[in-house]
Each structure stands twice: as structure tokens, then as C-alpha cells.
């Protein structure tokens, strides 16, 4: 029965790369990541390996990278349990279907915690196999070490899960109905600000600067102190340490801990599914009507959104005043996402993560600048960085907003697509109509970064400049991407946005970005600073000149390849 | 009825003039299943023609073509004189359509809804204003014109997915079962407007439906189609004449001309599914 309720997943996404779009997507995908590891697996490898040279420390460096590396896929996969475990558990669609069947309670349980564990965790496979494998051929780890350490991250990834299925199920059966909705996110933001606490407390920056250390003796301390006790990520490096470091201090208290907690946890949660899970079910199917946090605020925006413009006899002498001026397509489009937007209540949550994801740029940047100034990066190196970092945040802001954009319009494309509006107008409606929120909130982190740590005003304006651009692109590219790989039948845009084409997208754009703040990287700090940099040659010049032609060019690629994509799939 | 159930009915030949949506050779396929098997159809000007079938015929991708929702294999589409494929825009200016399933932008309210349409259309202002009031008028929807379309029932938004296909005042019309959703009164409603459409704004109108006794009612002539096919055309009386039902109602005529044994069902099926009968797809 486990093996079905699975296997049927399986099968969907056997089937997905099957069709016809599928066919090609799969292996591009595949070519993309794999380049992606790849560089993942470099950049790791070249910091070990730089680490290691900082004699006598550097072994214990490594070692502390390690664990706050690990610490923070621990946080990323408490936050994304929560969220899956929710989703999964009570309000995937699905459920309805599932739970009219005859399926025994620990198959149902069993399949859905396998489901939310393989869910969450991709990520570890993507992100976590290549770095850590860099560590361990930078530290010149036996080839068993390998699929080691495979087996020693099955469990680490399966506590999170055990603990978020237990915390879904007291919440839903703990809670008014109405406020689980409100409790997931109140949950998945103190996660992510502990571990933000716990990773500041850390001052993962200083590591890179061991020079800013008064002494000897205060870096070996901090190197020495375990980064928090009882953690499951301190359990895996304590394993992975007689295969790295050839130290076996608590192998053993660590490995019986790292087997038993999944096991406890899933056999505890199995338990309390038994009795609690079809009352917290119930209660969160009310829920769906119910008038948690999120509900009264969303009645609140609709409402002022929806009288804006007066009633009906305002708003249609308003439209008489017009006259005989055409009304336009453009603006109709986007004026219809943006109403759409104000009352997607979903999307408010995604909100709070932007202020949260600036403040913690900004306070990171603070901590960076101190920490590393002069003597790793220099000047010129941090504000490379910052732009670096502010790009990353723009990517990701369109990945998470302007990528679903025509995913979202669901089933009621049947209007675009009989419309008398061309496919690419439609998508040059979506890219405008998104710009300007993503194009503010990039001028403002990279203008405050740069003033806070008392940038000259001609670097600001040149950054500026190139953030500009950049959003620009990523906007362009965002929505394009998005149309390749729509996702129509999704009504969830968070889930849109952490999709296998989101995650392309990503991925190809951070490539982009950087290569482009490559290309203008010389002929910028020769602009502002010509006495260090002095007069560039004619092929960094050129150079250059390629990254404006590539930048002119990017949004129109980007947005026509989608909108022959999207002719294609009709 | 027919021994080859898969059998082409022909084409009758009529001026271009005469016809506002000319179909010739509309062939789909998906993978190795042809949902329309070389479709060729003339819809009259200033007539309301109907579209029938059982389950599965491939009325909706035949319909769905014609409005440009899905694009052919092969075959041409000409609306009132521009071709779907090269001038898709002109085209679609002057066809509205109505989906089986009235799927629109729930967050939006009525009259948010309908200006859109009169913007994606690029209407002049004050028309957009006069046909808002008209057609909420007609469609007793004008109390809901400020609330959010999320709160309104399944006949409700049918009901506003007509107006905002009629709001453009397209020259042909596109119904993909009409009455679904709809009560007893807007039953009603829709065969007398459909009529009044016709007479009074010499609109054509090219709707698919299982109702036969709409089709019967308020449709000029009929296609028939069976497994991708066209298997019969013609008004009400020639199709009577056609399947031998000289006194049935179309709803014996119906059942008459997509009668087929099982055998002729596993070839036809087989055919579509580009496999030999009994083969396993």
C-alpha cells in the first residue's frame, strides 16, 4: 500500500518527463545542474583548499565551515518540513480523494512522511552532496567516505521531517482551525530567525579574516567550541570526522543518536497520527473557510482594493468620461495582475520573507564589511560582493514573484490565449507590470549597502546603474522562463516558485548575472577609481561592449522564447 | 447505421461569401491519438450551427481550434475572412468564445472582469461603459457588478463569461456547451438570445452541446461527429432524411447515426489510436 500511494507519485513525474516537453526539459535540466554541482563542487574545493594553507588552524577551519554549513541545511530543512508537512498532511489536493479511500492510517502516514521527506530534501542532493564531497577530496577523504556520506545524510534529513509531522499534528489538533494557516507561518519564521540568531552568534565571517582575531588563542577557542550541542547537524560531522579529520572523539554517541532520532521521531509521530490525525484534518478542511490572521487582513486589502476606484456608478462615469479613447491592452493587463496580486492572500507571506531576506542582507553586509575589509576582499572585492549579493537577492525575488506570473493565471488563460493580444504582448505586460516593485527594492539595497559602509557617490551611481539593469534582465527572464515551464493547474505560486523550472531559472540566472558583473567589473572600477586601475586595454573594452549587447538582447530572447513556448503548448 | 464507422460525410459547396468560419483538412493528434481526423467545415453567415457528438468525438478540440486555443496539426482556419494561422490577432478580434467551464479571474469583481475584455480588445471607452450596462442588465448581474467573482455560483459566472464574450460584439460566436451550469431561466434565456443574436445582430454562431433538444430548437443546420470525424451535415430535415428517422425528433436522428457494433467501435477506436483492433495501445 506504501509502496502504491509513492509509487503513483513516482509515476506522475515518470510521466511528466515522458511527454512531449518533457522529453527535452529532463536532460536540459539535468545538463544544468550537474554544471551547477559542478561549480558548487569547485567553489568548495578551492575554500578547503585555501583554508588548509592557513597553517595552524586550518584543518579546525575547515572543520567549522563544515558544521556551519550543516547548520544551516538544518534550518533550511526545518523551515521547508514545516511547510511541506502542512501542505502534504492537510492541504494538499489529493487528500480529498485519499482520504475516502480505504487506506489503512499507517500506509497513509507512512507514504505522506516519505512524501514530505523527499520533497524537502532535494535540495541536500542539489546543494549539500557537492559541497560536501568537495570537503572531503579537498581533505583527501578515502573513496568510501562517498557513499558514506550518503548513508549518514539519510537520517539527518529525516529528522527534520519527523519533527515537522509531529509539530503539523499538534498544531492542527491544538488550534482553532482557522489559525493553522497563521501557525505555519508564525512556525517556519521562528525557525528562520533562530537560525539566523544561531548563525550570527556564530560570526561566520570572521572565519574567513583570521586576522581579525586580537590572537592566536581567541581563533583556536572559537574553532574549538562546538557550535551547539545535541544538534543533528554537530552528529554528522562527528561522524564524518574519523573519515575527514581522522579524529573518532563521539563517533559512537554520535551515530546512535543520528540512527535513533529519525526512527523515534517517525515511530513517535506514527503514534499520534493514529488518534489525532483525522481530527486535525477535519478541523483544517473547516479551516479553509475560516477567518484566521491571514483571512481578516486579506477581507481587509480586498475590500480597500476593490473600493479604490469607487462603486459602480463611479467607476462607470469614470469610464463614460473616457470617451471614445480606446482602452488599452497593456494597461488592462496589467492593471488586472495587479488587482490579482493585492488579493492573493498566499502571497503575503512571501512578503514578509522579502523584508526579512533585506534585513538580513543588510545586517550580513555590516558584519561582512568589518570583518573581511582590507584583508581578504579589499574595497574593490566587497563592492564586487555587494553587487554580487544584491544580484543574488534580485534573482530571487524574481523567482519567488515574477516566475509564477503566468503560471498563476491558471485556468482563466483560456482569455489570454483567445484574446486578440499577440503571446509576447502578453508576457511584455507581465514583465512591466512586476518591474517596478523588484527595481525599488533592488535600487534600495544596493544604494543603503553601499551608503551604510560610506561607499563614494560614483561607485553608488555606477552600481546602481548595474542593479538596475540586472532586475531588468531578471525580470525579462523570470517571466519568460516562467512561460516555458507554466504550471497552470498549480494554484499555489509559493510552490510554483521552488518548481524544477524556478530552479533553472535560478541557476541560469545567477550564472548570467555574474558573468555580466564580470564583463563590466574592470571598465567600472576603472571608471572610479583611475588611479589604481589606470587605462583598460581595447579587449576588456570589448568585453564590456558584449555584456550591453547581451543585456539589450537577454529580455527579448527571454520573453519571445516564451511566448513561442507558449504557442507551441496549445 | 453506416458500415464504415469512421465514414467522411462531404462537404456541399458554397460561396466564401456565405460562410464566416471556413475549416479545411483540421487534423490533431495527441501522441499517437488523433483527436480530428481532417475536419472540413463551413459555418454559414447569420446562422446558428451546431456541433454534436458522443463523448470523446472531438468536438471541444475541434471548437477549441477554431478559436485559436489550441493550434492544429494541419488545416486552415479562416474567420470572416482572416486566417487563424497568419493573422491569429485579426482573427480573434472578431470571435468571442464561451468554455464549457467558466474559468475566470475569481479576485477580480464584475466590472473589473469586463473592462478588462473591453481593454484586451481595445474598445473605445464610453462603448465599453454603454455595453457593461446592457449586457448586466440582460444578464441580471448588475447588483453583483462591484462584488468579487470568487462569490459567485457556477450559473453565476456562466452567466459573466457570456457577457464578457459579447461584450466585444464579436461577428461570430463560439459555445462549448452552453447550458451547463445554467437553471431553468437561463436555459431560456440563452435559446432566446441566441435567436435575437442572429436575427438582430446578424451574428453567427457555431455552439457544441449535448443537449439536443437546444440543438433541435435554435440551430439552422448540424454536424455530426464521430471519432474525429464528420459522419453527417445538414438542417434538422436532411439529417432526418439521412439516417431513415423521417419522423424522429434529433435526438432518435442522433442516436440512429452514431449507431455502431462493437466491431465497428474497436476499429474506429483502434484507427484513432493508430494500433490494430484488439492491439493494446
Known sequence: MILDLIGIKLRMVRGTLRSDEGRLRGPFFAVLSLMFAAALFRSGHFIVTQSLMLEPVGELLVQRLLAITLLVFFGLLVFSNIVTSFSSFYLADDLEFLMAQPIPKDAMFTSRFLEAMLQSSWVIILFGVPLFSAIGYGMGAHWSFYPYLVLVLIPFVAIPTGLASILALLVTNILAANRTRDAALFFGLVGFATLFVVIRSVQPERLLNPESFDSIGELMRLLSVPTTSYLPSDWVINMLAPMLFGTRGQWMWSATFLALTPLALYFISAWLHRPLYFRGYTKTQEGRHGGGLMTIARNWAVERSRRAGGDYHERMAKLRALGEQPLSSLKALVHKDQAVFMRDASQWSQLLIVVAIIIIYLVNFKYFEIAANEALLGDVGLSFFNLAACSFVTVTLCGRFLFPAVSVEGRSFWLILQAPISLERFLVGKWLGSLAPIVIIGQLLIWSSNLLVGTPFLTCLLSGIQILVITVICAAVAVGMGALYPQFHNPNAAKIASSFGAVIFMISCIFLTLMLLGMWFYPSMTITQPERFGSLSFGLWAIAALGIVIAAFTPVIALKAGASSLRARF | ?281
Not at chain 2, 483502434?270 to 493494446?280: I, L, M, N, S, T
Open chain 2, 1 to 281: 447505421m453506416s458500415t464504415d464507422p469512421v465514414a467522411s460525410s462531404p462537404l456541399p459547396e458554397s460561396s466564401p461569401d456565405d460562410v464566416i468560419v471556413r475549416v479545411r483538412g483540421l487534423h490533431k493528434k495527441y501522441g499517437d491519438f488523433t483527436a480530428v481526423d481532417h475536419i472540413d467545415l463551413d459555418v454559414p453567415r447569420g446562422e446558428v450551427f451546431g456541433v454534436l457528438g458522443p463523448n470523446g468525438a472531438g468536438k471541444t478540440t475541434t471548437l477549441r481550434m477554431i478559436t485559436g486555443l489550441i493550434a492544429p496539426d494541419r488545416g486552415e482556419v479562416i474567420i470572416d475572412g482572416h486566417d487563424l494561422g497568419r493573422a491569429p490577432v485579426d482573427a480573434r478580434r472578431v470571435t468571442g468564445f464561451i468554455p464549457d467551464r467558466p474559468y475566470v479571474y475569481d479576485k477580480l469583481t464584475t466590472l473589473e472582469y469586463l473592462r478588462f475584455i473591453g481593454g484586451l480588445y481595445k474598445m473605445k471607452a464610453n462603448h465599453v461603459a454603454a455595453r457593461i450596462e446592457e449586457l448586466l442588465t440582460l444578464f441580471g448581474l448588475k447588483e453583483w457588478a462591484d462584488s468579487l467573482i470568487e462569490s459567485f455560483s457556477h450559473g453565476m459566472k456562466q452567466r459573466l463569461v457570456f457577457c464578457g464574450a459579447l461584450l466585444p460584439e464579436p461577428s461570430v460566436l463560439v459555445v462549448d456547451e452552453p447550458m451547463v451550469g445554467l437553471d431553468p431561466r437561463g436555459h431560456r434565456l440563452i435559446k432566446s438570445l441566441f435567436r435575437e443574436l442572429v436575427a438582430d445582430k446578424k451574428m453567427s454562431i457555431l455552439l457544441s452541446t449535448h443537449t439536443l433538444e437546444v440543438a433541435e430548437e435554435v440551430c439552422d443546420r448540424i454536424v455530426i461527429i464521430n471519432h474525429g470525424r464528420i459522419v453527417a451535415r445538414g438542417s434538422l430535415g436532411e439529417l432526418r432524411l439521412e439516417s431513415g428517422q423521417t419522423d424522429g425528433n434529433l435526438e432518435q436522428v442522433f442516436l440512429r447515426i452514431t449507431e455502431e457494433s462493437q466491431a465497428e467501435r474497436d476499429q474506429a477506436v483502434a484507427e484513432r489510436f493508430g494500433h490494430e483492433p484488439g492491439e493494446r495501445p
